[in-house]
Each structure stands twice: as C-alpha cells, then as structure tokens.
C-alpha cells in the first residue's frame, strides 16, 4: 500500500519593502512609507527619518549664497548615527537659548539631524536675498534677517517655513536660463512648506509658552508661499471649469485667529516694529480716485431685479448674466456680493489714499530736504498691508461662493487681483494675481468677460 506523500505547501510569494524609515526597521514593524513622517512615527511621537530626507539646493544657488557648488543633488544630509537621540517630532519648539551663548547654542541644536549644510546655505540665501525682497524698510528688512531667524533656529516649524520661502524667492526670481534649478528649487520649498505646515497644525492643537510670536511670523510665511504658488497651478481646464485654489484667502484671515489671543503680546514683543502703523498720510488733500466703468457699475450684476444688466460697454444694451437665468439669487447671495464689493471700494480708497501721500511728501521734498527714505519705505509697505486688508472685510459667506465658482463672486475677486497687481515690486503676489485674473477670464463666457476688462487689460499691458 503506497504511502501518500504530504503535498508541499508553497509559500506564498511576498514583496518586502526595503523602503520604510529607519524608526520602524528598528522596531521591526511595517512602515506606510508615508513622507514626510509615516504613520508610526506620528502615533508615537517620534521623529521619522524621512524628515532627513531634505532635497539639496541647486549647485549655482548654493555657488552664489557663499557655499562650496559641492552640495550637489546627490550630496543628502548627514545620516546620524542613532536615530533614538533624535527629538520626538512632537516637541516643536527648541529651548530658549540665550543667541549670545555659542557653546549652548551648538549643545541645543547639536540632536536635530534633519537639516543640512544644503539648509544652511538657503537660510544664509534667505537672509542675504529674500528679506530684502519682501520689504522697502530697512527696518523691517532687518526684523526679517535676524529677529526672525534667531526665532526659527528655535521653532523647527518655523525654520522650515523660512527655508521653503527662501527657496521660492530663488526660483521666481532666477534667469530663465536657469530654469531647471528653478524647478529643483520649487520641489525643495514643497518639501520644507510640508514640513513646516504638519509641525504648525500639531503647534496650534498643542500650545507651549513662547511660541505666539513664531506661530505669527509663520502664519504671514504660509500665506506669502500659497499665494506665491497659485501661478505653478496648472492653467490648463476644461470647458465651465476654472483651476483656482481659494486657501490663500483662508490663510490669511486665519493671521487673525492665529493672534487675536495675544495680540498685545505681540504688537509689544520682538516685532513690534512688523505691527507698527504710524505712517502719516493727508486724506485731506487727497483726490476722489476714479473707477473704471466696469467696477464702477459692477453692483449692478446683484442689485437688478430681472436679472438683465447694463452692458459696461455700450451703456445701452442689455444682457441677461450667464448661468443666472435658470434662478434668482438669494438674498443672502446678493448681501455677501455687497459686503465684498463695498470692502473692495473701502480698500481702494485707503490704497489710494496712501498713494496720494506718498506723491505730496515726494512733491513737497527739496534737494535740501529730501523724503527721507525711511519714510518712503514705509508708506509703500502701509501700501501693500492695506491692499491686503479686504481678505479680512469680505464675508465668511462670499468666500463659499468663490470656493463654488460662482461667477459674480469672480468678476469681483478679478478686480481685487487688479489692485494686487498694483505692488509690481513683489515677486509673490503679483505674477499670482496676473494669474488668477487670467484664469477667470477663460473661465466667462464673452458677455461676462465685459465686467473684467479693465483688469485683463492692465494684464495685456504687463505682458507686452
């Protein structure tokens, strides 16, 4: 009688990641290779590998920030020697370290293995090239380069929000030759804008004493790069679609809510001299600024009745608005167009206004006594700061109606990026606002493409 030989059992085929961070080889458990911290490492507070992950800067910028061109793409941060002395991912803030104190500076920074000398060079970039970028006042410009700095050398989340901005100064400013190291710059600030946003939301949930002051500046960061990227969003759409993201808005107003606690804090703290608003103007002397016929008219879209409004062009002719016939607008509708149309005037008038001084101290100033350029700086910044404001007057409900594509929410929001466009001297808002008046534009149809002239001409003009 044969004997039945036991049938073999075939073990089962499977494909081992070597991929996964260091933390979860050591602890012998499976990684979700998830960037930039995987999910392990989150749960259980420590800092992931991945973190080190750091793209390094292009050659030619890390050439002309002072740095040896050695630190190529292949050339990633220091790998340490145990991952274990790293501090958890959770402990964002770093001692507050006296900066005069170089031996327990160095003994404070000494476990954080996830920055390079590739980072170095960028923050020395930052410093060198970017502050001076962002503001006219040397004041300010000097805030920036060292206060803020020595802020972020003590706020991780804050010194990869820095890293990430200076990279995006890089690559928007560079040559057009140099366009693949703008590009290894974009992805590197992608990277570090990550970062820094994942450490920021844990900062937020979980406050600490002595964070207010870098929570702020890193709030005003993150809204400086979501505008500054809305001009890398694929322009591209299909027919009734638009690729605008909204969240630069939302950022901004949360500024706010990041400091309205302590506020006082704040205006009297390290940046004090960020919150100043001292700058002399004369509305007295001030002319009445004349709106374009398109803005001028443009509450007519929601305030007639039948729905059919004044063409802008001929005065005369009469049109009913495009994807409006089917249903009347809401109340509620018509009341956030109001609110967000009213808060564009209101934010035109003050622009002007500070415009206007601006053109009396220059015209008042002799060779003798000229403007001083502190002061003129200055009156550009309170410029700029005002320009910004309506994203805090306009409703909470219009904001929904632009997430919803709603076309007289646009037109409106075509002719505030008209006045961001105003500040030429900005590398992060005004391509971003060419952009976004553009975009709109391709996304009406003819006759409501009408109520944007003006802004798509000042567009037309800066193209050449």
Request: proline content about 7%; overall charge neutral; hydrophobic content about 40%.
């Amino acid at each position: 009688m044969e004997t039945k030989q036991p049938a073999k059992e075939t073990r089962r085929f499977h494909r081992k990641s070597r991929n996964g961070c260091m933390q979860c080889k050591k602890r012998h458990v499976k990684c979700d290779e998830n960037k930039p911290c995987c999910g392990n490492c989150a749960q259980t507070n420590r800092t992931c590998s991945f973190l080190r992950m750091m793209p390094s800067i292009p050659t030619a910028l890390a050439t002309t920030a002072a740095f040896p061109a050695t630190f190529s793409r292949s050339s990633g941060p220091p790998t340490p020697t145990s991952a274990n002395s790293c501090p958890a991912a959770a402990s964002i803030a770093a001692p507050a370290v006296p900066f005069d104190a170089g031996a327990r500076l160095f003994t404070s920074y000494s476990q954080t293995p996830e920055f390079s000398l590739a980072d170095l060079s960028m923050l020395h970039h930052f410093t060198a090239n970017t502050c001076p970028s962002l503001t006219s006042s040397p004041d300010v410009q000097h805030l920036w380069a060292t206060t803020v700095v020595q802020m972020a050398l003590q706020h991780r989340f804050l010194l990869h929000g820095v890293l990430a901005l200076s990279a995006l100064q890089g690559a928007y400013t560079a040559r057009p030759e140099d366009i693949n190291n703008s590009r290894q710059l974009v992805e590197y600030a992608t990277r570090h804008q990550a970062i820094s946003l994942s450490l920021y939301q844990h900062a937020l949930a979980n406050p600490t004493p002595g964070q207010h002051d870098a929570l702020f500046v890193l709030s005003v960061v993150i809204f400086m790069l979501a505008i500054a990227t809305l001009r890398d969003e694929n322009p591209q759409t299909g027919a009734g679609d638009i690729n605008l993201d909204f969240k630069w808005i939302r950022l901004a107003r949360g500024i706010l809510v990041v400091s309205q606690d302590h506020f006082e804090e704040i205006v009297r703290g390290p940046l004090s001299v960020l919150m100043k608003d001292n700058i002399p103007l004369h509305p007295e002397q001030g002319e009445e600024e004349a709106l374009p016929y398109d803005l001028q008219n443009l509450h007519m879209l929601w305030r007639s009745e039948d729905l059919s409004v004044p063409s802008p062009g001929a005065g005369s002719g009469m049109f009913p608005f495009p994807r409006y016939e089917t249903r009347i607008i809401s109340k509620t509708d018509r009341q956030a167009y109001e609110e967000a149309y009213k808060a564009l005037i209101l934010t035109r008038s003050r622009v002007h206004e500070a415009v206007r001084s601006l053109q009396l101290d220059a015209e008042s100033a002799t060779t003798d006594h000229p403007l001083p350029m502190a002061i003129n700086a200055r009156i550009h910044d309170r410029i700029r700061a005002e320009t910004f404001t309506w994203v805090l007057r306009v409703p909470e409900h219009y904001i929904e109606l632009l997430e919803q594509h709603h076309p007289i929410a646009l037109i409106i929001l075509t002719h505030y990026a008209a006045l961001l466009c105003g500040d030429r001297q900005s590398w992060w808002s005004v391509p971003s606002a060419r952009a976004i008046i553009s975009r709109v534009w391709g996304f009406l149809d003819d006759k409501s493409r009408q109520w944007i002239e003006s802004p798509m001409a000042d567009v037309r003009r800066a193209d050449g």
